[in-house]
C-alpha cells in the first residue's frame, strides 16, 4: 500500500538526511541510488488464536536496507501506530549507526502492527512466534540477526530465539540478541543503550565545557532507555528534573530521586501526582529550561512547532528519529547542538554486537570488559564526529552521517556490483 509523504514522515526524514550528505560528500550518484533503496522488503500477515476463541490477524514485516559491511541487524518494534515507513527510516539508519561505531553490521528493521499492552502474554507469545516463523527464511545468524526495540523485551528475544531454534533444529542463541543472560544473553545488554547516551553525554558536556555536577538533565521517555540514563547519569551527580512516560511527566527544578520514581511508577503505572514534584505534559516537558534535553521515546517530538521553544543547551537523541529536517535547522540557527540518534544510542547495538560475537564463540565475558569496550568504541566515534564538524564547521548529525555513509560507500565499491 503506498504511504502518502506528509511533513514529518520518517522515510522522508531519513532520504533528506542522505540526500544532504550525499551532495556535500559528492557521493558517486550510482551509489547514492543503491543506498536511497533497499535490498528486501518482507510484508507477512500473522494469524494468531486469540484468548476468546476469535482468530486475529496482525500485520508485520522485516525490512533489510543494505548488508555490505555485515549481517543486516535491528530491532524489532510493536506498535499500534506502526507503518512501513518507519521501518524503512529505522532500517537505513541502523546501516547508519552500524557503520558509525564500526560494527560489522549492516541495517534493518522489524515490527507488528498491535498494541501489546492490549495483549494477554499468551496472544503475545503465540504473535511473535508466528511473527519468527514468518520472517525465518530471510534471518539468520549470519543473515539477519532481530534485537529489542519499542515495547519488546528480553522475553519477546527469548521466544524468537527459541522458535527459530525449534524450527532450525538446535539451540541457536546467536539469531537475535538483546536475550535474557540464561540463554545466551550478554551482561550489560540490557543496559546498553542508556549507558552509552549517558557515556556520550559525558562527552559533549566535556566538548562544551560544561559540569556533570549538578547539570540539570530533562529525559522524555523513562522506559528502557531513558530510566536507565537516568541511573546513570544521576550516579555520576547529575540532576534529573524532568521524566515522562506515554502518559505525561514530572518536574521539579531541584532534582528528582531515579530510586523514588522508579518505584512510584513500578506501583502506580504512571508518574502522575508524584509527591515531590509538578505535573507536566510532554510537550511542555520538551521546553523546559535545563542544561541537556534527552528524547527517548517515539520519533518526530522535535518539530518546527516546538524547536523554537526549546530552552535546552544541547539535545541529545536518545530515541530513533525524534528531530525532524526542520527543527533540526531551526536548533542549528538557535546554536543548539544536536548530538544525532546514530550517535548516542548507539550503545544498544554495540552490545548486541558484543552478545553476537559471544553466543557465536560459546565463550562469555565479565561486564567491565564490555562496559570498557561499550565506552571505547562510542568514544572513538565521537571523537571523530566532533573532529569532523569542527574541521568542516558541519553540524554534529551531518559529520556523523558523512562518516557513517562513507563506510558503507567505500564497501560497495570495492565489493562492486555482482554479476
Ligand atoms: N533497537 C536498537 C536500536 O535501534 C538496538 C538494535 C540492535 O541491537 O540490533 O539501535
Redo the contacts with the bound molecule.
Keep these: 500500500m503506498p504511504e502518502k509523504l506528509t511533513e514529518n514522515n520518517p522515510w522522508q526524514t531519513a532520504l533528506t538526511q542522505l540526500d544532504t550528505v550525499s551532495g556535500l560528500m559528492m557521493l558517486p550518484e550510482d551509489i547514492h541510488h543503491v543506498l536511497r533503496n533497499f535490498d528486501r522488503i518482507l510484508s507477512v500477515s500473522i494469524p494468531v488464536h486469540m484468548d476468546n476463541g476469535s482468530l486475529g490477524v496482525f500485520h508485520g514485516f522485516r525490512v533489510q536496507h543494505n548488508a555490505s559491511r555485515g549481517p543486516y541487524?535491528?530491532?524489532?518494534?510493536y506498535h499500534p501506530g506502526l507503518t512501513l515507513d518507519d521501518l524503512k527510516a529505522?532500517a537505513m539508519?541502523?546501516t547508519w549507526?552500524?557503520s558509525l561505531v564500526g560494527v560489522p553490521?549492516g541495517g534493518?528493521?522489524g515490527g507488528i502492527i498491535c498494541d501489546p499492552k492490549k495483549l494477554s502474554k499468551g496472544e503475545l507469545e503465540r504473535l511473535t512466534r508466528r511473527y519468527t516463523c514468518a520472517i525465518m527464511p530471510i534471518i539468520g545468524i549470519e543473515k539477519d540477526?532481530?534485537?529489542?526495540?519499542?515495547n519488546t523485551n528480553e522475553q519477546i528475544m527469548a521466544w524468537i530465539m527459541d522458535s527459530y531454534s525449534f524450527n532450525n533444529g538446535y539451540y541457536t542463541p546467536g539469531i537475535v540478541?538483546?536475550k535474557p543472560l540464561n540463554i545466551g544473553g550478554s551482561l550489560g545488554?540490557k543496559d546498553?543503550?542508556g549507558l552509552g547516551v549517558a557515556n556520550i553525554v559525558e562527552n559533549t558536556v566535556e566538548s562544551m565545557e560544561m559540569d556533570l555536577k549538578g547539570l540539570a538533565v530533562v529525559i522524555q521517555g523513562y522506559g528502557n532507555v531513558g530510566s536507565a540514563v537516568g541511573k546513570f547519569l544521576s550516579e555520576r551527580g547529575c540532576r534529573i528534573i524532568a521524566v515522562s512516560s506515554s502518559r505525561g511527566g514530572i518536574y521539579n527544578p531541584k532534582g528528582l530521586d531515579h530510586a523514588s520514581i522508579m518505584k512510584y511508577y513500578q506501583e502506580k503505572g504512571s508518574f502522575e501526582h508524584f509527591s515531590e514534584a509538578e505535573n507536566i505534559t510532554n510537550a511542555s516537558l520538551l521546553e523546559l529550561p535545563c542544561d541537556v534535553l534527552i528524547p527517548a521515546a517515539l520519533g518526530n517530538q522535535i518539530t518546527k512547532e516546538n524547536a523554537g521553544r526549546i530552552k535546552a543547551k544541547v539535545v541529545v537523541e536518545g530515541a530513533?528519529g525524534p528531530t525532524t529536517p526542520e527543527a533540526d535547522h531551526l536548533l542549528n540557527e538557535r546554536k543548539i547542538p544536536v548530538v544525532p540518534?546514530i550517535l548516542a544510542?548507539?550503545g544498544?547495538?554495540?552490545?548486541?554486537?558484543f552478545?553476537w560475537v559471544q553466543d557465536v564463540q560459546c565463550f562469555f565475558w565479565p561486564e567491565k570488559e564490555i562496559n570498557t569496550r561499550l565506552k571505547n568504541l562510542l568514544d572513538r566515534a565521537y571523537e571523530e564526529v566532533f573532529r569532523l564538524s569542527e574541521e568542516k564547521g558541519y553540524n554534529l548529525r551531518t559529520a556523523a552521517m558523512v562518516l557513517a555513509v562513507k563506510k558503507v560507500a567505500d564497501a560497495i565499491s570495492v565489493r562492486g556490483v555482482y554479476p
Design positions: 541487524k535491528g530491532g524489532v518494534r529505522l539508519e541502523m549507526k552500524c553490521f534493518a528493521k540477526i532481530p534485537a529489542p526495540d519499542v540478541t538483546g545488554r546498553a543503550t530513533n540518534d544510542n548507539a544498544g547495538v554495540v552490545v548486541s554486537y552478545e
